[in-house]
C-alpha cells in the first residue's frame, strides 16, 4: 500500500494484487476470529483485508481480479481440466498451476491498464503452500523482461533484550531460501521495532548480495500513515523509478505530510461504542475503525472508540457499557450469537 502511494505520488498509474496460499476460495466463509474483516470490493467480491489498504493508500477502486487465492487457483484448473481444456494431457503444478497465477497477473494488467502492478504474496517465505506463487514470480522476470520486474523482500529484525541487538540472521536465511528457488531480491524492507544502524544495513547488504541503498529501515512508528514517509526519505520510489525506467514526475507528497500531521495533533475526541460479535480481533472491523478515524479527522475531531461486546447486552444491566457513547455503530455479523444484543444497541 505504501509503495503504490509513493509510486502514484509521482503520477505513475498503478494497480494491486493480493496472492493468498489458503485452499479457501475466498474469505467470505472463513471466521473473522482467524482472518479478521472481509473487505468487498466494488464488483462485490469478498477479498482479503489488506485489499482496503491498498483502496485506502492508493485512492483506488479494485476489483476481484486484485485478491488471488490458491483455491481460486486450482478450482479453475481442475475445472478446465474437467472440461478437456488440457485435451487429456497430465495436469501438474508446473506448468499447469503456475500458468493459471501467471495469467491472473496479466488479467489485471489488461484490466486496469496501470503502468506497475504491484503483487504482494502473503505467509512467510518457505511456506510450502507459497511455493507456486513464488515459482510464478520467478518465471515473470523471464516472461516479460528482466528490467520490467522488480522483488522486494519484507523481512523482520528480531530484537534480543538480553544483548540489546537486533538481529539480521533470520533475515539472511529468508534471503537465502528466496535465492534456492531463483528470486533474487532487488529491496530488502527491514521491519524492527527499534532503529536500524547503518552497520546493521551494510551486514545486510554484504550477506544478501543487495546494494546498501536498497537495505531500507522501516522501524514501527506511531501510525502506518507515516510508512510512505519513511519509505520516501530512503529514497525508494527513486529506487524503483530507476531500477524500472519508468518516467515520473517529482514526488508530491505535501498531502500525506498533512495527514500525518493531522493524526498527531492532539484534537477534541466523540466517543462511539462499536457493537460488534467479533470485537476481540479489531481487525474484523478494520475499515468500519479506519472510516471513523477518516470521518473524525475531516471534522478536526480525535476518536475514541469504546469495543462493546453484543452479547454483553443481552445480559440485565448491559446497557451500562453504552452510556458514555456519544454514538453508535453496529456493524454486520453472521449466525444467531449476539445478533439480539445488537438490535437491543440499535433499539
Known amino acids: 500500500a505504501s509503495i503504490g502511494t509513493i509510486l502514484k505520488s509521482r503520477r505513475i498509474t498503478i494497480s494491486a494484487q493480493k496472492l493468498d496460499p489458503y485452499l479457501n476460495v475466498d474469505p467470505g466463509t472463513m471466521s473473522p476470529y482467524q482472518h479478521g474483516e472481509v473487505f468487498v470490493t466494488q464488483d462485490g467480491a469478498e477479498t482479503d483485508l489488506d485489499l482496503g489498504n491498498y483502496e485506502r493508500f492508493m485512492d483506488i477502486n479494485l476489483t476481484a481480479e486484485s485478491n488471488v487465492t490458491s483455491g481460486q487457483i486450482y478450482s479453475s484448473v481442475i475445472a478446465k481440466e474437467r472440461q478437456g481444456d488440457f485435451l487429456g494431457g497430465t495436469i501438474q503444478v508446473?506448468?499447469?498451476?503456475?500458468?493459471?497465477?501467471?495469467?491472473?497477473?496479466t488479467k489485471l494488467a489488461e484490466k486496469s491498464q496501470a503502468e506497475v502492478i504491484i503483487v504482494e504474496i502473503g505467509g512467510t517465505v518457505g511456506d510450502i503452500e507459497g511455493q507456486p506463487f513464488?515459482?510464478?514470480?520467478?518465471?515473470?522476470?523471464?516472461d516479460v523482461g528482466r528490467d520490467n520486474v522488480l522483488y522486494i523482500h519484507v523481512t523482520l529484525l528480531p530484537y534480543l533484550n538480553t544483548t540489546k541487538e537486533l538481529k539480521?540472521?533470520?533475515?539472511?536465511?529468508?534471503v537465502n531460501e528466496l535465492r534456492r528457488t531463483g528470486i533474487q531480491p532487488d529491496v530488502?524492507?527491514?521491519r524492527s521495532d527499534y532503529p536500524i544502524t547503518d552497520g546493521i544495513r551494510e551486514k545486510i547488504s554484504r550477506f544478501c548480495d543487495v546494494s546498501q541503498e536498497a537495505v531500507i529501515p522501516l522501524t514501527t512508528v506511531g501510525t502506518i500513515y507515516e510508512v510512505p514517509l519513511v519509505l520516501e526519505e530512503y529514497r525508494l520510489g527513486?529506487?524503483?523509478v530507476n531500477r524500472l525506467?519508468?518516467?515520473a514526475q517529482p514526488p508530491d507528497l505535501n498531502q500525506w505530510q498533512e495527514l500525518t500531521k493531522r493524526i498527531k495533533t492532539p484534537r477534541k475526541p466523540v466517543n462511539i461504542a462499536l457493537v460488534g460479535k467479533?470485537?476481540?480481533l479489531q481487525d474484523a472491523y478494520y475499515s468500519v475503525r479506519e472510516a471513523l478515524k477518516h470521518a473524525a479527522l475531516y471534522?478536526?475531531?480525535d476518536i475514541n472508540l469504546e469495543w462493546v461486546q453484543s452479547e454483553e447486552l443481552e445480559k440485565e444491566g448491559g446497557y451500562h457499557l453504552l452510556h458514555s457513547a456519544q454514538g453508535i455503530i453496529v456493524p454486520g455479523g453472521f449466525g444467531i450469537r449476539g445478533i439480539e444484543g445488537m438490535i437491543n444497541a440499535a433499539a
Open 134 to 142: 513464488l515459482e510464478a514470480i520467478r518465471q515473470m522476470r523471464n
Open 245 to 247: 525506467n519508468l518516467k
Open 94 to 105: 508446473v506448468p499447469h498451476v503456475i500458468n493459471e497465477i501467471k495469467s491472473r497477473f
Open 299 to 301: 471534522h478536526n475531531r
Open 278 to 280: 467479533y470485537v476481540e
Open 238 to 240: 527513486e529506487i524503483i
Open 168 to 174: 539480521t540472521k533470520p533475515t539472511q536465511h529468508s
Open 188 to 190: 530488502v524492507i527491514c
